[in-house]
Structures are given as structure tokens and as C-alpha cells.
């Protein structure tokens, strides 16, 4: 299959990708998160992206989002539709526990996981 082949095969689907992190987050899973997208909105898909607000690795949320509850925005051809969340001062080993248990109780139909919150990953 050539490169201009493969840039069809997801025109008129819409992905849905969950994650706690996404750009403008420059480390962690964010970046790859991102990359993701971009590469599913270049592919040509629908790509609408359920995130948290920037807030790592400095555990401060940027001041842009800091008294919204939630924010929709577009980066680079992908809809992304932010949800205001608690953020500690710094990462415990309890705090994750219950993110993860609380990720894992999610339902749908997930096609792929990335990065230590269950990323998620779905389309139609």
C-alpha cells in the first residue's frame, strides 16, 4: 500500500482518544498523545481528544486554564475538549493508585492504551 493509499483509509471515521495529558505538555505521555492525533487527523480522520488541563511536569495548571471548567480548543487539525481536575502539589504513590483504579472502571470499547492513566483510544 503506497503512502497515498493509507492517507484514506480513516476519511469519514471520527477517533475519540482519553487521556489525562496533551499538548502543550512538553514531557511525559503528552507529546506522544499528540503525535497520535496529529498523525490520525493526517490520515484523515476526525480526531476529537477528551483531556485534562495542562498541568505537568511543573503539577501547576498553566494560568490560560486556571478558572475554566472546561475548555474546547483546536491544535494542529484535532478538536480538543478540556475538563478542569484536581491537580496536587506533586505526585504520591495513593494518588495514583486511585487514578488508575478509576481509569480501569471506565467502559467502551478501547482499541489501544498509551501511557501509565489508560489513554484511550475509540472510533466509529
Known sequence: MSHDNRRDDLSGRHVAVVGMNYAPEPTGIAPYTAGLAEMLVEAGARVTVVTGVPHYPT???????????????RR??????????????????????????RARAGGGHC???????GCGVWWG
Open 111 to 117: 482499541v489501544g492504551t498509551t501511557g501509565h492513566l
Open 59 to 73: 503539577w501547576t495548571v498553566d494560568p490560560e486554564y486556571r478558572w475554566s471548567l472546561r475548555v474546547r480548543e
Open 76 to 101: 494542529h487539525g484535532v478538536d480538543v475538549i478540556r475538563a478542569r481536575h484536581f491537580v496536587p502539589r506533586r505526585q504520591s504513590v495513593g494518588s495514583l493508585h486511585v487514578r488508575r483504579r
